[in-house]
């Protein structure tokens, strides 16, 4: 679904990938994030081709961005998730995950999951949990990879 949905004359949130600003976006992964950083910009490129994306605009500036790794039939994790700083506190994030948790292409869904140090408040408000058995999950976990070898 490439449809914009406008909430106002000067933001928009879309699912053009080919309206993404990959230098924006891979700046904020590789230098801001606590999650990916050093990153390289082909890793970032080849995971936006692989994924749903959602870029997030304000007068046609990127200002966000989120992507949904997904098999569009039973289960979505949620990475990538961020508004640039100078546009926060402003509702932004909560009209993407509307945008996000109300996209046609994701109803219907078993499990969706994601990861956060630090947002459990916003993702609360759109019905996201702590998980009830983690001791079912797991994961092999490669945090270095992004970093130079000494």
């Not at 546009?87 to 009209?95: C, E, H, N, P, V």
């Not at 109803?107 to 140090?117: D, F, I, K, P, V």
């Not at 999950?137 to 990879?145: Q, S």
């Amino acid at each position: 679904m490439n449809q914009i949905h406008a909430s106002n004359d000067q933001l928009s949130i879309s699912c053009d990938k080919n309206l993404l600003d990959f230098d924006i976006i891979h700046q904020y992964l590789s230098q801001d994030s606590y999650w990916s950083k050093g990153i390289p910009r082909h890793v970032v490129e080849k995971a936006a081709q692989n994924s749903l994306c959602f870029g997030v605009y304000f007068n046609g500036k990127q200002i966000g961005y989120a992507r949904i790794i997904s098999d569009f039939a039973s289960f979505a994790y949620l990475a990538d998730v961020f508004v640039l700083p100078e546009y926060r506190g402003q509702g932004i994030s909560k009209k993407l995950m509307d945008f996000i948790m109300n996209h046609k292409d994701l109803q219907g869904l078993r499990r969706w999951m994601l990861a956060t140090l630090d947002a459990h408040g916003l993702y609360e408000q759109f019905g996201w949990k702590t998980m009830a058995n983690p001791e079912r999950f797991m994961e092999v976990h490669f945090p270095n990879v992004y970093q130079p070898i000494q």
